[in-house]
């Protein structure tokens, strides 16, 4: 199957108490926990192609300690890309991920609750900050999904493109960890609300899944978060990243 358009591939590493694990629907209760080290994890993901690295503090969203000892050693010995989430509540938070060496933070729950201080990160990173933008159909949710924050998934994505946002994470919580496919149709919808570059998560479990992202989105989509597929087998890292590479010029 040759791909309708090239995708770059970020592979995920959730992490919780120094452990790579994946969570079903975002719910902290339904955790499956995977042997390896969370660096070794990323090392293998840079062997088999990967430039970007998507790397998730668990305990730092849902408010439960913090992972950066492990985020740190992933930026320093994976030779990867790191874009990293999850706990990012203040400046300060935004630049320890940025002096432990992260190449993009991703900022989600402050952006509703906090909005003056999600400015503030924005104002001192720069291109470097992306919007995670994680929602049950049209309402946001925070705080590792685990509330909901009363605002309208759209008014959000705008409010982000107004501040300068270069990036967005979008993610629909109904698919996350399910295996049942991108929301190619919100993906779409979300792409062309404004100028930003979208990342799309949650859902994949086989190339069908991200070929039919492919086909379904505008070329604003143009990254896609894997992650438990990955870990359970169901797609191929190096597989996926050559199926949807750029051809040379």
């Given at each position: 199957m ?11 590493i ?16 339904q955790?499956t926990?995977?042997?390896g080290?969370?660096?070794d994890?990323?090392r293998?993901?840079?062997a088999?192609?990967a430039?970007?690295?998507h ?11 913090e992972?950066?000892?492990?985020i740190?050693?992933?930026c320093?010995?994976s030779?990867?890309?790191v874009?990293?989430g ?16 992260a190449d ?14 999600a ?17 049950r159909?049209g ?12 605002r309208d998934?759209?008014e959000v ?5 107004r ?7 979008y993610t ?8 049942t ?38 070329p ?7 992650g ?16 949807f590479?750029?051809?040379p010029r």
């Amino acid at each position: 199957m040759i791909a309708a358009r090239p995708l770059e591939i970020v592979p995920a590493i959730d992490l919780r108490g120094g452990r790579c694990v994946r969570l079903l629907y975002g719910d902290p209760t339904q955790e499956t926990r995977y042997d390896g080290d969370p660096l070794d994890r990323a090392r293998a993901f840079v062997a088999a192609g990967a430039r970007t690295i998507h790397v998730v503090d668990l305990d730092g969203a849902f408010g439960t300690g913090e992972n950066l000892a492990a985020i740190r050693a992933i930026c320093a010995g994976s030779g990867a890309r790191v874009q990293t989430g999850g706990g990012i509540r203040t400046l300060a938070d935004a630049n320890a991920r940025i002096a432990a060496g992260a190449d993009a933070i991703v900022i989600g729950t402050i952006v509703v609750e906090a909005p003056d201080v999600a400015r503030a990160i924005v104002d001192a990173h720069g291109a470097r900050v992306v919007g995670g933008v994680d929602a049950r159909g049209g309402a946001v949710a925070v705080r590792g999904w685990l509330e909901g924050a009363g605002r309208d998934r759209d008014e959000v994505v705008r409010e982000l493109g107004r501040w300068g946002v270069e990036r967005i994470v979008y993610t629909e919580i109904a698919r996350d960890g399910a295996g049942t496919g991108y929301d190619v149709a919100a993906l779409a919808h979300v792409g062309a609300l404004t100028a930003m570059r979208v990342t799309a998560s949650g859902g994949a479990k086989s190339l069908a899944d991200l070929h039919a992202l492919a086909r379904g989105t505008g070329p604003s989509v143009d990254r896609a978060i894997v992650g438990r597929a990955i870990y359970e087998g169901t797609i191929d890292v190096a597989e996926a990243i050559a199926a949807f590479a750029r051809p040379p010029r």
